[in-house]
């Protein structure tokens, strides 16, 4: 039997979470029903929430994708149907808010494909996220999300990819991701976001875990909150003003690994958990930390010396091996 410290010499967490790739879709053609035939209007400065809904519904009951063309809608709360695949065109397909509730929602949807929307909020401090989503095989991609009041995206038991979002100005969490199953997210950008960038929590069974890598963030209260299993990797974090990372809970059973991000100008480098989840943080670069560059907490508060400096051999859960500071 491997004991927690040996497990965490011995290499840590080994795999990966591998993208779910969404059900392939069929391209619209000439004989498919299209979102005008539900009355969905581009730039028409009025309310096509009805429409948009109408078109979602009646689209996914027939296995067809909903392809919205450029313009802005004006939306309020959509639900999100089964089996959902709905594209834009990136940077130019503008989901508008009329209200501080979610744009997009909806819980068991099996499959979810979703790419080439840029969301729209009101700003509007709480609330709920901006697009949320639970118990589904998800694939969202180039997407663009500006004046979330809480989260920008939620994810709850979700497995799949998140990858080529990007997120600014949100008052909460950029993605924020609850009992990850097989999640990665991967070559996002996300700034200015006052509570974290990304947050993701793992789960476990037996298909468990995220990845969180090739990430560029900057200019968030934290760069990225991690709890096992999983693996952060890659990742470059500048500006954080409490942690770059912050990995680990005292309660937590699982194991994250942290190698090879770039964390400048953050606070504190990296946090770790003083007990509960395994961790493994190396090969990092860390510069400029001004309060350490590893550090470990217990709640909110900050213990021991920082851990680039001097041994972690005290804390039972933690390696810590191979990192520079500056």
């Known amino acids: 039997m491997i004991d927690r410290r040996g497990f965490l010499y011995a290499g840590g967490l080994s795999a990966a979470a591998a993208p779910f790739t969404a059900a392939a879709y ?34 996914a009951r027939v296995g067809q994708p909903v392809v919205l063309p450029p313009g802005v809608y004006l939306i309020g709360s959509l639900t999100l149907p089964k089996a959902c695949t709905i594209i834009g065109t990136p940077g130019l397909t503008v989901l508008r808010a009329k209200s501080s509730g979610p744009l997009l929602s909806g819980n068991g949807l099996g499959v979810l494909h979703v790419s080439g929307l840029t969301f729209e909020g009101a700003a509007a ?31 709850d038991n ?26 990665t997210i991967a070559a996002c950008r996300v700034a200015a976001c006052e509570s974290a960038g990304i947050a993701v929590s793992g789960t476990g069974e037996d298909v468990a875990g995220f990845a969180v890598g090739q990430n560029h963030i900057g200019g968030c209260g934290i760069g990225v909150i991690a709890d096992g299993p999983g693996v952060v990797t890659g990742n470059i974090v500048t500006g954080a003003g409490r942690f770059g990372l912050k990995l680990g809970r005292a309660n937590g059973q699982g194991q994250v690994v942290a190698q090879g991000n770039i964390l400048r100008g953050c606070r504190i480098g990296i946090g770790v958990a003083s007990s509960g989840d395994d961790i493994m943080a190396s090969l990092n670069f860390i510069a400029g930390a001004k309060e350490g560059a590893i550090r470990a907490f217990d709640g909110e508060r900050l213990v021991g010396p920082d851990l680039v400096r001097q041994s972690a051999e005290s804390y039972l859960n933690l390696m810590v091996a191979g990192n520079v500071a500056r």
């Open 158 to 183: 979700c497995s799949g990819i998140v990858q080529s979002i990007e997120i600014a100005g949100t008052i909460g969490i950029g993605i924020s991701a609850a009992r990850a199953a097989a999640l």
């Open 26 to 59: 069929a391209a619209p053609g000439a004989s498919f029903p299209s979102v005008a035939d539900f009355g969905v209007q581009p730039n028409a400065g009025s309310d096509q929430t009805a429409a948009v809904q109408k078109a979602l519904s009646e689209l």
């Open 125 to 155: 401090k709480g609330g709920t996220a901006m697009l949320s989503v639970s118990d589904a095989a998800v694939t969202l991609e180039h997407c663009r999300f500006s004046g979330a009041g809480a989260s920008a995206l939620s994810l």
